[in-house]
């Protein structure tokens, strides 16, 4: 199990857009949903797969020099240009195919999933990730109602549809409708907050968007809708996160609403960074403890192995 859980390719068969993972944090398996072909993020986290897996390709070698492209064009420029536009149609109909994979069984019996136990090959989740950050994506509402027509055709009703997100736009005001019509279809905000102050946060997304900014979001969506909070945990230079680092993680987690549960983890399979490795399991309990002592919050602890 543990080998199926730490091989997450992003890529499968012909499917330009969709691709099958046993997920740890899903409890089974989880349908991604990748609207990021050229990676875009703005973040770029020390521990991100993404970026560990693109590091001897051009895909996103260089971060700022992405943003910066993106930047300058506008929004029409962007939807239409092949680098960042998906061609919602074929993501429906690869997701179609692969729902129908795993409703007839094939995905379990032809392809390297069929090493799944059996109470694995349930699916969860239909998760918008991939290789970057979903909301980025212009057409990520039209992406959101397509996935949203499929999996009331073709799912059961306790598949979720699931958005990971590093939270950097959940206070846009045009993603609201989107974010609200998500969450309407059994949907979930799966959003990320690594670090308890802002130092820690530039060490581990290195990314231009205040630490504020980012907790502000969180506070703030968590006050009408429910949110679940995913934390990455890692040994920087053999060095876990402090005592101090942990207890001001937990200040700001309580400052929040409706937080549904709290997942903390480490990192399960390569980074970018060889000064990057995972917590042990000892470690992460540790942390786990901490956080469920202080916040009374449910706290779930997914280990690197
Ligand atoms: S937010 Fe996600 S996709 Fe973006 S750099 Fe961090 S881990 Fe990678």
Request: aromatic share 8%; proline share 5%.
């Amino acid at each position: 199990m543990s080998s199926l859980v730490q091989y997450h390719p992003r890529r499968f068969h012909k499917f330009q857009y969709i691709y099958p993972v046993v997920s740890r944090r899903a409890g089974g398996l989880s349908i991604g949903v990748n609207l990021s072909p050229n990676a875009q993020c703005n973040f770029s986290c020390v521990y991100c797969q993404v970026l560990a897996e693109n590091q001897d390709n051009s895909v996103r070698k260089d971060n700022s020099v992405r943003k910066d492209n993106s930047a300058q064009k506008d929004n029409s420029a962007r939807k239409n240009d092949p680098a960042t536009s998906i061609d919602l149609e074929l993501l429906g109909s690869e997701l179609r195919e692969l729902v129908g994979m795993v409703n007839d069984g094939s995905l379990f019996r032809d392809t390297w999933l069929s090493c799944t136990p059996l109470e694995k090959q349930v699916l969860r989740d239909i998760a918008f990730s991939g290789d970057g950050e979903p909301t980025l994506s212009l057409q990520f509402p039209d992406a959101v109602h397509w996935v949203t027509a499929v999996r009331r055709e073709l799912c059961t009703e306790s598949t979720k549809i699931v958005l990971i997100t590093n939270g950097s736009t959940l206070h846009a005001a045009p993603l609201r409708n989107t974010l609200k019509t998500l969450l309407a279809n059994n949907g979930e905000i799966w959003a990320k907050l690594d670090a308890g102050t802002p130092d820690y946060f530039r060490t581990i997304a290195r990314s231009t968007i205040p630490y504020e900014k980012i907790l502000a979001n969180l506070t703030e969506f968590s006050k009408t809708n429910p949110l679940v909070i995913q934390s990455c945990f890692v040994l920087l230079h053999g060095k876990e996160p402090d005592n101090e680092e942990i207890r001001h993680y937990t200040e700001h987690l309580k400052l929040m609403d409706q937080i549904q549960r709290v997942q903390i983890y480490t990192v399960a399979r390569r980074t970018p960074e060889s000064w990057v490795l995972p917590l042990s399991n000892e470690q992460l309990n540790k942390i786990s403890e901490t956080v469920r002592e202080l916040t009374g919050l449910q706290v779930d602890s997914f280990y690197s192995t």
